[in-house]
């Protein structure tokens, strides 16, 4: 049966694939933690957090930097100097981490305006429900505020359009108070 | 009726979902190595040209993704009948591994069958006994881009292979006995937004396949690879690299007025320059009919990008939303008319072309190539020139046409679904009628301006469905000679899928709530329906083996309408 041994070796190399990412972190990782934390869990609020944010995600903004799709003093030369190669390396790595406990305390009656806010505005047929993310759509369940608050405003704004303005569609009926309620409801998730 | 609120709510800005397509890492993506497993198929297969050349007289097989070279889906087959028809009942079920949309269309040879799954699954399957044979899972490379599902609509076959097209942008050419892989060719950048659903057309030594890509920015072709060693042989590129700015049209093929400033456009033209015809889009994701005699290849081609924001890409946007004839041995065009000039709605032209005869206005029969719209009317043009003979009356509601997107949403019928979708229509010699699959959907159009974000998503805007309008199906039958609706069916959902016309005076259709249907060819009538439990959102096929007639159709829902998800393909027959 030739069948037989085919079948055992492709289910090693996938279970081999699988398992890679998570255990190594990848030479160029050293550059990304001390702005987004070990294991990507960024301490530093105005820093997204990259533990558990999809691969497809952290791929495509890693390009878009690259390319001054996305613009930011600190990510754009970093971006700059990454192959390909290394992007989708860095991106499974950090998809691959676990997230951590979100130590921002939400408000919790802003975080109802903000949840409130989400249904009307339809976010989780992008984002998924729970807001884990899918593809090119980020997770942002349990992301920083300070981040959360900021991108939003920068979409709004046409600040950051490297999503070709679906967000900004999106936002522009966001007032900053909404803004601010849905970063206390997406942290807290 | 029948759609439910939180279904339409599901369904509210549905395309600029579209992106949540890409790239999932589902199980069917990662497993597999290349090659086929299971068993080879015991006999030896080979599909000489002429006998795809015969395809539409041959009431054994079914050959191409279409039918014929001509794809009218009409099949010479008349065992099962107007007469016999409410007799028909499940021969067997086919239940592949993959959940999730089906759109294909089976190929069916000497008794195999050979169907294929959303993420590029393929099985060689034994058309009576439904006993799987071989069964091959393509292996994705690590990013695919697409919109609207992972789809897949089958494979073609000449000699003994059979080729498909990949979500990651791949030509593949496997061993028809085996599945074994023979050569893989790369057609373009997934990265960039291309990707691959189509079945592809074989035809003379040559494969025919498009691109897929319209909602991300590519630029459009059509390519033919040497059939032996998957050498590219020729490309045709659906945007051209000077001169898309076309003629500045005021009105659309029906004279409609498209509502165009066209002095701001010529500005923007003059300042920005013509370089975006490099992401300028215009995808061709449905099989090319293909004229023997003249060694023509006909296809339709789809929207511009982005789809709704129009500003940044000035003019009539040649040769999107346009039927488009080329050589068959060089690639060079012939002609093409344009239906809609610089589409803000990605009201585009999709459903593939069908080659017959109709009557002009003198009552002369000429060689015609016939389109079917997301406008809602069917396009009658001169196979030799493009002139367009005839629309039909409208197939579905038109208001309110051609208003201008605008930021909060400008409401007009048809929404962007059509109209016929990419739903193959399919035609009958006798009745002279020709069966679209029509949806009802109406929809704002919302714009927002957009630069181009590099291979994601890009449409510029949104499209949102009416929460409170209900949406509709219709079956339409038109006279090819007087343009004229014959009859029509309405159905509880908007149809998706295709349409298999038979010498039995038969029509066949599904639906997304499972039902699969036969009709009366001349007046309409529903004589036959079986409830398949997944939407029917595939074209059927028909073949005979050992003396007996087989209709087949997959039942695997649709991911962009969000009918009910299936895995089988349904085979029917005479008890």
Partial sequence: MRTIPRWICALCALLAALAAPAQTAPPKAALCVACHGSNGNATIAVNPSLAGQTARYLYLQLRDFQEDRRSDPQMTPIAKDLTRDEMRALADYFAAQKPAPQPFKADPAKAKLGKAKADETLCTMCHLGGFAGQNEIPRVAGQNYDYVVKQLRDFKDKRRTNDAGNMTSVSRTLSDADMENLGHFLAGL | ?575
């Fill in chain 2, 1 to 575: 009726m029948g759609i439910n609120g939180s279904r339409l709510r599901a369904r509210a800005t549905w395309l600029a979902l579209c992106a949540l397509g890409s790239g999932i890492a589902s199980a069917q993506e990662v497993q597999g190595g290349g090659a086929a497993t299971g068993a080879a198929v015991p006999k030896s297969i080979s599909v000489s040209q002429s006998r795809l050349d015969g395809a539409a007289k041959d009431s054994a097989n079914y050959l191409h993704s279409n039918g014929s070279y001509a794809q009218t889906r009409y099949h010479a087959a008349s065992q099962i009948n107007k007469g016999n028809v409410a007799k028909l009942k499940p021969a067997f079920v086919f239940q592949t591994e993959v959940v999730e949309s089906m759109e294909t269309a089976p190929i069916v040879v000497d008794g195999i069958m050979y169907l294929t799954t959303s993420y590029n699954h393929i099985y060689a399957v034994d058309a009576k006994t439904g006993k799987e044979f071989w069964h091959y899972k393509h292996k994705q490379g690590p990013v695919t881009t697409y919109c609207c599902g992972p789809n897949n609509r089958g494979v073609a076959i000449m000699g003994d292979r059979v080729y498909m097209g990949t979500l990651d942008a791949k030509l593949l050419a496997l061993d028809a006995k085996t599945g074994k892989v023979l050569w893989s060719q790369q057609i373009d950048d997934p990265e960039k937004g291309y990707s691959e659903t189509m079945a592809p057309v074989a035809v003379n030594g040559k494969i025919l396949i498009g691109t897929n890509g319209g909602e991300y920015g590519i630029r459009g072709f059509v390519k033919a690879y040497d059939a032996n060693d998957g050498k590219l042989l020729w490309t045709f590129y659906t945007i051209p690299d000077k001169g898309h700015e076309g003629v500045w049209a005021v009105n659309d093929a029906t004279n409609r007025n498209m509502l165009r400033d066209i002095n701001a456009e010529k500005a923007q033209l003059q300042s920005g320059g013509g370089d975006f015809y490099k992401t300028l889009g215009g995808g061709v994701w449905m099989a090319p009919a293909v004229d023997k005699e003249t060694n023509t290849v006909f296809f339709v081609v789809g929207n511009p990008s982005p789809d709704l924001y129009g500003k940044e890409r000035p003019g009539d946007n040649l040769y999107t939303d346009s039927i488009v004839a080329v050589d068959l041995n060089t690639g060079e065009k012939k002609w093409h008319y344009q239906y809609v000039a610089h589409d803000v709605w990605d009201l585009d032209a999709v459903s593939p072309v069908i080659l017959t005869e109709a009557k002009d206005k003198s009552g002369k029969m000429r060689k015609v190539a016939v389109h079917g719209g997301k406008t809602g009317h069917v396009y009658v043009h001169d196979r030799a020139t493009g002139e367009l003979i005839r629309f039909s009356e409208a197939m579905v509601p038109q208001e309110n046409m051609w208003v201008l997107p605008t930021q909060s949403g400008a409401r007009m019928l048809p929404g962007a679904n059509g109209g016929v979708e990419w739903s193959p229509m399919a035609f009958n010699p006798k009745t002279r009628l020709v069966y679209a699959a029509n949806l009802h959907q109406p929809m704002t159009y919302h714009v927002e301006e957009a630069k181009y974000p590099g291979g994601k998503l890009w449409l510029g805007g949104a499209f949102k469905v009416i929460p409170s309008e209900k949406q509709w199906g219709r079956l339409a039958a038109v006279n090819v000679d007087t343009g004229k609706l014959a009859w029509k069916v309405d159905t509880e959902q908007p149809l998706i899928g295709g349409v298999l016309a038979t010498a039995g005076d038969l029509v066949f259709n599904g639906e997304g709530n499972g039902y699969f249907r036969a009709f009366d060819a001349a007046t309409g009538k529903k004589l036959w329906e079986f409830q398949c439990g997944a939407g029917v959102n595939a074209p059927a096929v028909t073949y005979m083996v050992g003396g007996k007639q087989y209709v087949a159709v997959a039942a695997g829902g649709n991911t962009q309408l969000d009918f009910k998800r299936g895995n089988s393909v349904f085979v029917f027959a005479l008890p």
